[in-house]
């Protein structure tokens, strides 16, 4: 089936010390999301890839880094982790239908991150 | 700007009880896309709709029905004969056409059904 995959589903990571979340889709959609969830609230979008055009929220903090380094695959980098960034964070993914056209999003399982 | 409220933090019902979900919002773009989004405790984001602005007619799935009034800015989600696998958080959300990459959730309502 095509659909979003993440891992890992958990992480655990020390004050300060970085880590990568990782993200690949089957869906062959040129669009990709990280999106920051804490607990009980919405989903924050923090940045998206259009094919290879990388779009950060203005209020994303420099610690939160992307890569993609093909369709398949987005990567979420945090060079330090700060208490504060304990969240779930999601991958989503959409197709473009025309110049200016996005589809729903489908998102990936969340990968929990827990800062020690 | 763009804002979705969900008034309604928490919900429970009994099973096979008929609930609606709440979805209030604002936009001044003209042409816009509502969502409704289910979050399981699995923590996986499930589309459930994507209406665009022009479409008012209402929508029914299965037990799923939506109701999109552009004159209230309300889209509401009722779910019919409830069932324990419909336990999860609901999100409404909105995407503005002159940015449609961006969807701005509401907070969400958590569903509870009871058995």
């Known amino acids: 089936d095509a659909m979003v995959i993440q891992n890992p589903r958990y992480q655990v990571t020390q004050f300060g010390k970085p880590v990568t979340l990782s993200c690949s889709q089957t869906?062959?959609?040129?669009?990709m999301y990280w999106y920051q969830q804490k607990s009980s609230q919405a989903p924050k979008l923090l940045f998206h890839y259009y094919d290879k055009d990388f779009n950060n929220e203005a209020d994303t903090p420099d610690n939160f880094q992307s890569r993609r380094p093909n369709t398949s695959f987005c990567f979420l980098d945090i060079r330090s982790p700060g208490l504060g960034d304990a969240a779930m964070y999601l991958c989503?993914?959409?197709?473009?239908?025309?110049?200016?056209?996005?589809?729903?999003?489908?998102f990936g399982p969340g990968t929990r991150l827990t800062v020690l | 700007a763009q804002k979705v409220t969900q008034a309604q933090t928490e919900i429970s019902v009994v099973e096979k009880e008929d609930v609606t979900l709440d979805c209030v919002y604002e936009?001044?773009?003209?042409?816009?896309?509502l969502f409704w989004y289910k979050q399981p405790p699995s923590g996986e984001l499930v589309f459930l709709i994507r209406?665009?602005?022009?479409?008012?007619q209402n929508e029914i799935s299965g037990r799923y029905s939506w109701n999109f009034q552009k004159s209230t800015s309300s889209f509401n989600f009722t779910i019919t004969a409830s069932q324990v696998v419909d336990s999860a958080v609901y999100f409404c959300a909105l995407s503005e056409a002159w940015r449609d990459d961006k969807i701005i959730f509401g907070k969400g309502t958590r569903l509870h059904i009871l058995p």
């Open positions: 869906l062959n959609h040129n669009v």
């Open positions: 209406r665009n602005s022009f479409d008012e």
């Open positions: 936009t001044r773009d003209t042409t816009y896309y």
């Open positions: 989503a993914t959409s197709r473009t239908t025309g110049a200016s056209s996005y589809n729903e999003q489908f």
